[in-house]
């Protein structure tokens, strides 16, 4: 008995000890991209030192706000990401309460072909959206980058779920008391789906403030070229080489304010990535 | 539509609300998903090169296109490298997402930080994650061979460089950003199992490895169907890294679908090529959504 209660013992102290370790390897990237960011150019990397200098120093930061626009890439991303948001909160609430509450002919049909959207991801679709960017004249424009994203078939569907969830009482209630749709949707469905659409928001901000592929090919100069794009050309100016603390004070400062946001609403943003998944 | 006006109107106005509502988001699919691919189908039956002057406008050339594509070798180097790099990363991914599950699934002090350490690269920008990433695999005093030394390991340095571990360095930083999003649906999972299971095999005395892999792994098996799906759609879809650490590269090593779709269309300028290779990509994709719908319809049944 003492040996299996021992043995018990030894197995706990051993799993805490791989996560542990696990963990740290994971967060190593993050850790030393921080670390070396405050570390003085003047002290090169070297085999065994590359993380602290002698001193802390915000110069690198400096350096790489005066090299590179951060401060319009950071523009160009705040509005993308809330053009996106803005216009997917009211399109898939409307559509949403629409396939939640109301009977109309080729309800299911259009509901699958929305659906649609799911099924081929727009990354593999970039060839022949970005010639229809073109020929609506938008490109290089902020709104190219965003307006593929304005209806969202993931969105209208979790909102659909959760008006669903909404007791039938309830909107009857309203019904009989002469609600218009709109008073319905705004006073009794709504309500108790905001941490649908909370969720929701996250995961797309998240999901808009990271994306690379598709602003790479509708954006041309820095009029619309959002965070992500101004970081890869700045690790790939000819003056940056391998200054490691100048790349890393760059990575920071395009990844510090969702990093924030998200130490802060942890539990928030992996429930929403727990919804993203479920598509 | 004339149809619903008819037979509604005969009770009432016609209800043109919800179509109103849905409006919106049927015109982006419209647009930005069905379009396309229409589009995609039509163009990879032309050629079309917009640096060649005399080829500028399109001209019907039939299925050469796929047939170029399929006997390219280009092409062939590229569905090796994906197949490998999917067939890699996914399962890579989805075995360490289980077991940082488990870990994490422990109530011990400092737990959360440790979810943490797993979790957050889903919330970084693959762009900014590669960026760091490749002073990781910095040749000589780069972190990542630092780290192999301690285990013996004494191969070539320029993983980047080397044809034979550029691959195989940008499926490392794939599983990396993945393994703690699938730990999350795993994690989901295993809270929702029913404790008396675990009580009752420990109580037999199984062990935890026991426990792990011959009550927990099986109960859990619709979870992972579910993440395969999301990894394996992941895998073809994010290619971000590429771009900032090898570029393909070197001669092609680590070109995967989704890169080469983009190097053929925006530096070679080949339209036509680029839709025929547009249209394989739908087609797998589609594949794999269709696969998953099915598989889980008969689960659920």
Redesign the interface.
Known sequence: MISAKLRKRL??VF??L???V???G?????I??IV?SFRPSSEP??????WFGHTLTFANYLKAWSLAPFGIYYRNTIIIVGMILI?QL???T??G???AH??????KG?FF??L?????????????????IRKLGLFDTTLAVA???????FG?FLMRQAFLEVPRDLVDAGIMDGCS?WQLLWHIYLPPSVPTLVAFALSSI?WH?????WP??VTLSNRSRP??IG??RF?QLGEIG?R?PL??A??IT??AP??LL??VF?RQ??RS??HS?LK | MSVATRSVSRRKAPNWLPYLLISPTLIIVLVFTAWPTVQAIYMSFFRQYLNIAKFRTPTFIGLRNYKELFTSPDFLQVLKNTTIYVLGTVPASIVLAFLFALLVNRAVKGIGLARLGFFYPTILPMVSAATIWMFFFTPDYGLFNTFLETFGYHGPENWLGNPHLALLAVMIVAVWKNAGYLMIFYLAGLQNLPEDVFEAASLDGASWWTQLWKIAFPLLRRTTLFVSTIAIIDAFQVVDHIFVMTQGGPSGASTVLLYYLWQVRFEDLNVGLASALTVVLIIIMLSITVTNFVLSEREGA
Request: no cysteine; proline share 3%.
């Open positions: 197995t706990a799993l805490n791989l996560t542990a696990l963990a740290l994971w967060a190593s990237i993050i030393w991209a070396v990397l070297g085999r065994g030192d590359v216009a009211i399109t898939i409307l559509a309460f629409a396939f109301q009977e109309f002919w080729g309800k259009i072909f929305i649609l959207q799911l099924m081929i991801p727009a990354a593999a679709l970039l060839v022949p959206n970005f010639t229809t307006l593929p994203y304005f209806g969202s078939a209208t749709w998240t403030w990271n994306e690379f592929l790479l090919v965070l992500t970081l890869v690790t391998a490691w790349l890393a760059a990575t395009v990844i969702l990093f998200f130490l942890q943003f992996i990535f727990l998944g």
